[in-house]
Nanobody, 118 residues
Framework: QVQLVESGGGAVQAGGSLRLSCAASGRTFSLYAMAWFRQAPGKEREFVATSVKIGSTSTYADSVKGRFTISRDNAKNTVYLQMNSLKPEDTAVYYC???????????WGQGTQVTVSS
């Protein structure tokens, strides 16, 4: 019912910046939250940030606080992740996810690769 398309990934040197975008289509009228997760090779998927519709609340993982900023354009059904001061440990495939019911993420994008070199 909801399709997600991520873009903006790429390769950057440590200290650089990237901006990821995720556009949602389909039945987006009932979206509760949009979020970003990431997964590095050999590791489990990790929460990065989420934007909740009610109260325009944003939440971040401790590892990215102060460096990443999530934003949302409800009119375009798009969520963004501005990543500054990137570190090699930020290297991962970044996934966009959508929640239509609080507590669960029902739909996922295919991911976009972010590579940060030393």
């Amino acid at each position: 019912q909801v399709q997600l398309v991520e873009s903006g990934g790429g390769a950057v040197q440590a200290g650089g910046s990237l901006r990821l975008s995720c556009a949602a289509s389909g039945r987006t009228f009932s979206l509760y939250a949009m979020a970003w997760f990431r997964q590095a090779p050999g590791k489990e998927r990790e929460f990065v940030a989420t934007s909740v519709k009610i109260g325009s609340t944003s939440t971040y993982a401790d590892s990215v606080k102060g460096r990443f900023t999530i934003s949302r354009d409800n009119a375009k059904n798009t969520v963004y992740l501005q990543m500054n001061s990137l570190k090699p440990e930020d290297t991962a495939v970044y996934y966009c996810a959508v929640s239509r019911v609080p507590g669960t993420y029902d739909y996922w994008g295919q991911g976009t690769q972010v590579t940060v070199s030393s």
